[in-house]
Structures are given as structure tokens and as C-alpha cells.
């Protein structure tokens, strides 16, 4: 058998400051994922602000 790649949708929610970027946030979260070994790119697609 061959190796597969498969797309994982995962939704994260963080709490940030008022200051911090949920661009920037997601940016360092994909460049972490990206150092696992099998992860082989990871993107921020789309982001929404939750009202409390």
C-alpha cells in the first residue's frame, strides 16, 4: 500500500489580547503544525471573532 494525504479541517479557538492580530495568531499556529513531521503545510483559511 501508498502512502495517503488527507485534508484535516480543525476549528481552534484561542483567547488573545485585544492587541494580538487573529491573522498573526494563526499564522504561528501553522508554522508550528508545519515542524510535526507529518504534517505537510497547514493554512489559516478563515477566522470569526466571538461575541461574549
Known sequence: MGRM?????????VE????????????EICRQLE????VRSAELSSYAKVED
Open 16 to 27: 488573545h489580547d485585544s492587541t494580538e492580530k487573529p491573522e498573526k495568531l494563526g499564522k
Open 35 to 38: 515542524k510535526i513531521f507529518v
Open 5 to 13: 494525504r488527507t485534508n484535516l479541517f480543525i476549528k481552534v479557538v
